[in-house]
């Protein structure tokens, strides 16, 4: 029974894609906390009055919460990170209007979406809620100036004021935390990554040093004996025998400019290159 509850729970893990991974993590992380959020203001709201309006809205975010842990395990991370702060921005919205506007407690829920998007989405779409906060709070606004604003409920006590406050406050804090533990996290990745990849470079530094230093020893043979049969120790050779003679000692040459190229760009790469200062003409 525990495994079967800690799988439903678990986030899911998409192989090869570490980005999506890591954003449903997110996903499922904060649903969970939007989840008890809920399941905090209902209470509260049970206690202190029973109100059709606030229960629907809870009762939206509720069913709503659960919609989008089942689509994050089909893989549509990205549809479910829209649908959500979409979701937040308009039962927000209206929860906060009906419950006093902008002298109500519920503004402060605004800051949660805010960092929702950002978390989720990245910087420009969370500009991009800002934005749609504003203008919520700027309708609002106008709806008190002209006169329309519905009056708060009357069981909005400072008492449930304060609760509401509260409740808020701490998920907003703990939204902040997994802001904070995500770049934790990327900072994290991002050291791991550049250790891994100087490792690398080093270990690729000295396989190209030590197959350079293994290829010139066969290069200098073949070298040698070429030259020796050219200059017909062996024997004399033919004209034909000479001109593939001359070829293999011509390819042999640039094979062994090649790897004292590479042998000198691993000695450069791992900082054992020296350079030596002689006197030379530059005439020649």
């Known amino acids: 029974m525990k495994t079967r509850f800690r799988r439903l729970i678990a986030p899911p893990v998409f192989e090869g894609d570490e980005e999506k991974t890591r954003i449903a993590h997110l996903l499922n992380t904060i649903l969970f906390i939007v989840f008890g959020l809920v399941a905090i203001y209902t209470g509260v709201t049970l206690i202190t009055d029973i109100n059709l309006v ?48 902008l002298s ?11 960092l929702i998007a ?15 906060c504003v203008l919520s709070t ?11 604003a519905p009056p708060p409920p009357e069981f909005i006590t400072p008492t449930y004021r304060w609760a509401e406050f509260s ?15 995500s770049l934790e996290v990327a900072l994290g990745r991002a050291r ?13 530094s000295q396989l190209i040093a030590r197959i350079s230093h293994e290829l010139r020893t066969p290069l200098g043979a073949i070298l040698g004996l070429t030259e020796m049969l050219d200059c017909a120790v062996c024997g004399p050779l033919s004209a034909e025998q000479r001109q593939v003679a001359a070829k293999i000692v011509r390819n042999s040459q640039r094979l062994n400019s ?17 350079l030596k200062a002689e006197k030379f003409s530059p005439r020649p």
């Open 54 to 101: 606030g229960l629907a809205v809870e009762g939206i975010m509720l069913v709503g919460s659960l919609g989008l842990l089942l689509l994050i395990r089909r893989g549509y991370v990205r549809l479910t990170s829209w649908v959500l702060a979409l979701l937040l921005w308009v039962l927000i919205s209206v929860g906060t209007y009906y419950y006093g506007g």
């Open 104 to 114: 109500g407690s519920g503004i402060s829920s605004f800051f949660g979406i805010v």
């Open 118 to 132: 950002g978390l989720l989405l990245g910087g420009r779409l969370a500009l991009l809620f800002a934005g749609l």
């Open 138 to 148: 700027a309708a609002m606004l106008a709806t008190e100036v002209v006169g329309v």
């Open 167 to 181: 409740t808020t406050i701490g998920g907003v804090a703990s939204l902040f935390y997994l802001v904070i533990r």
């Open 192 to 204: 791991r990554n550049e250790r891994e990849a100087i490792e690398a470079s080093h270990f690729k």
């Open 258 to 274: 090649l790897v004292a190229q590479l042998l000198d760009q691993s000695y450069f790469e791992s900082g054992e290159l020296k």
